[in-house]
């Protein structure tokens, strides 16, 4: 096969590992491979650069470094949030959550209700926000846990997390959010949040897949959602993955350092790719607020073209875009955060979200903004092109 460029536009999906990040890491792997637990100090000499990823990762969120719990992902750190919650307050039977979490929460959630449990997914606005009274009033004196995601990973919209937070502390109730999309965007203090539970994933920000962590409040309960050994100081069963441990605090550092450029270059650009659409091609609107939303992220719906359609024929020009959907066996189940805003099935599926990284040039806009219009007017002219 020969060489072909990629022009990468799904940074919310998964990130490019940092070559400072496999620098990091690489050591961990050829010679200081030993186990953290061990008596010898050849085990144990790795204890201390788990400390210090411990601490680089928790100055990225304003935690004390023994708030950290490593998981193995952004989905297992929201397991055991959830998980913990029920099973530290087993009088507490519900759990109120949103209609446009990742799945990660969704499905979860989802199971719970089949084990017996209540889960409240509240509705969205059309732009994609909450509804704070909504919110208020479905806490009910049986909710164990409030779980609301900060940043949505198809649309970019921010929630306030402020707000809900201090509704769930006049309640007396564990808040529990998603902040997975969040990092090297924005800065994040969890103090400053008044969260309980925060859930990042190391691969969204520039470290490689298979690593993530659970901010825990030192006040609030916490119940192991795998059990086994003592590491991380007994909340989380299984030998640490030291080398991804590594790389995932080495990335905390960097990202905390790209959150300027991340704020007014990448938003810059996005803006000016989102604005260039919007006035270019005849029949597209922006799916989300404009303003409350990350500032990498485009969720744009394309009038009378399959989503499906646009990313394969953006493929063959080297662009990776997402249409936020699950695509199984060639049928497009519209993207749940898109009905859930109120867009008709055919809306939502003929959306397709842009997100930009630290990575992105203003000449890989440029180079999406030629290809994009000739490619939306080819589909709209004959559809079945993409069905051959
Ligand atoms: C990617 C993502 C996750 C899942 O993280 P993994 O490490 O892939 O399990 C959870 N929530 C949000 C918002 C995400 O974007």
Redesign the pocket.
């Known amino acids: 096969m020969s060489e072909r460029r990629t022009y990468y536009f799904d940074n ?3 990130t490019r590992v940092a070559p400072e990040v496999v620098d990091a890491m690489m050591p961990f792997f050829t010679e200081r491979w030993g186990n953290a637990s061990s008596a010898y100090s050849f085990g144990n000499q790795v204890v201390k650069d788990l400390d210090r990823a411990r601490e680089q990762v928790a100055a990225l969120i304003g935690a004390d470094p023994r708030e950290i719990v490593f998981t193995s ?4 750190a ?1 397991n055991t949030a959830w998980n913990s919650a029920l099973i530290t307050q087993p009088g507490k039977r519900h759990v109120l959550t949103t209609a446009v ?2 799945s ?2 969704i499905k979860f959630g989802e199971f719970l209700r089949r084990r017996g449990y209540e889960v409240t997914f509240l509705p969205v606005e059309s732009d994609g926000s909450i509804d704070l009274h909504l919110l208020e009033k479905s806490i009910r004196p049986d909710t164990a846990l409030v779980s609301v ?1 900060w ?3 198809e649309t970019g919209v921010l929630f306030p997390l402020e707000e809900i937070a201090a509704i769930c502390r006049s309640k007396g109730v564990l808040y529990h959010t ?1 902040a ?2 969040v990092p090297g965007k924005l800065k994040v203090d969890v103090d400053e949040l008044g969260v309980d539970f925060l ?1 990042l ?4 920000l520039h470290a490689p ?2 690593v ?1 962590l659970l901010y825990c409040r030192y006040t609030a309960p916490y119940h192991s959602y795998l059990i086994g050994g003592g590491q991380e100081k007994g909340r989380r069963g299984g030998t640490e993955n030291v080398p991804y441990i590594v790389g995932f605090g080495r990335a905390a550092e960097l990202a905390l350092a790209s959150i300027q450029e991340e704020n007014t270059r990448i938003r810059a650009l996005r803006d000016r790719l989102e604005q260039t659409i919007l006035a270019t091609i005849p029949d597209t609107c922006r799916n989300g607020a404009r303003d409350a939303r990350l500032p990498n992220t485009s969720n744009l719906s394309f009038g009378g073209c399959e989503a499906e359609g646009l990313l394969l024929l953006l493929d063959r020009e080297g662009i990776c875009v997402s249409s936020g959907s699950a695509c199984t066996t060639g049928s497009l189940t519209p993207s749940h955060v898109l009905t859930a805003m109120g867009l008709t099935p055919a809306r939502a599926k003929s959306s397709i979200r842009i997100s930009l990284g630290i990575y992105t040039t203003a000449a890989e806009v440029d180079y999406l903004l030629e290809k994009l219009p000739p490619i939306v007017a080819r589909l709209r002219a004959s559809p079945e092109i993409v069905k051959a």
């Open positions: 919310n999906a998964t992902c952004g989905t297992e929201n979490e990742h990660a929460n995601m940043a949505n990973n998603d997975v999309q859930s994933s190391a691969h969204k897949k298979g993530g």
